[in-house]
């Protein structure tokens, strides 16, 4: 608002300076009427320039937000994504069993410190969220949008997940993705199209980007130590 403010005083600064006639040497009524219109046509043109630049000025300001990413893309179409691929879901014990007898790799899709306070042993960690790091105008108004919530630490997309990944985990590797709570393909009555979770849209991810034996722990990590299932910790 400041910026138009201020284009409005200048623009009635220079209206006032370039119209207003001036009758030194104007005996001939003719020769001011050129000149008048001449002023008033560089008044109209530095009228369009300053709107012009406070224009673009607001444009730069703006919190733009990016294109939506794979990760952001609505729950149903992932969901019948994942059905299409075959993306099993597995319980805790089976999923244990998994891993102990037929080399299967568990992925901890959660940030790096809950991973490191507690998790199953042997799981491989890539966080698909991290922590906010930009400050471009439009994670300002993420960070804004957090604290209005009160939480403090607000988080992103991971743009180096599948990356991570890949330096990590073959793509035929045998995988089963975790995440605290898991969420569900399967639906339900009070959820007829299951429930998305940090699992389940870094199992999407895995598959789009070819990585062709993913699982979904269900129920999550949350089950897996209600359950007290081996847990080792890195603190």
């Not at 952001?72 to 992932?78: F, I």
């Not at 014990?93 to 042997?122: I, T, Y």
């Not at 969220?129 to 105008?137: D, F, H, Q, V």
Request: net charge positive; glycine share 6%; proline share 4%.
């Amino acid at each position: 608002m400041a910026v138009f403010a201020s284009s409005s005083s200048l623009q009635t600064h220079l209206h006032s300076s370039l119209l207003a006639p001036s009758f030194e040497g104007a005996h001939d009524h003719n020769s001011w009427w050129v000149r008048a219109r001449s002023q008033k046509r560089i008044g109209q043109r530095l009228h369009t320039q300053d709107i012009a630049r406070g224009l673009r000025i607001k444009v730069q300001s703006a919190a733009t937000k990016p294109a939506k990413s794979p990760a952001e893309e609505d729950w149903k179409v992932k969901r019948e994504f994942l059905l299409q691929k075959r993306v099993r879901s597995v319980e805790v014990k089976e999923a244990l069993r998994l891993q102990k007898e037929n080399s299967f790799v568990l992925l901890d899709v959660r940030p790096e410190a809950e991973f490191k306070e507690a998790h199953p042993p042997g799981a491989i960690n890539v966080q698909i969220y991290r922590l906010i790091k930009e400050w471009t105008a439009w994670d300002i108004a993420r960070r804004a949008a957090f604290l209005f919530f009160g939480i403090f630490s607000g988080t992103e997309e991971n743009p180096e997940f599948i990356k991570n990944v890949e330096a990590k985990i073959d793509k035929d590797a045998k995988i089963i993705v975790a995440c605290t709570s898991g969420g569900t393909l399967r639906p339900s009555q009070n959820l007829p199209e299951g429930q998305q979770s940090r699992s389940l849209i870094a199992a999407y991810l895995l598959v789009l980007n070819g990585y062709t034996n993913v699982f979904h722990l269900e129920g999550g990590l949350y089950k897996w130590f209600k359950e007290e299932l081996p847990t080792v910790s890195e603190e």
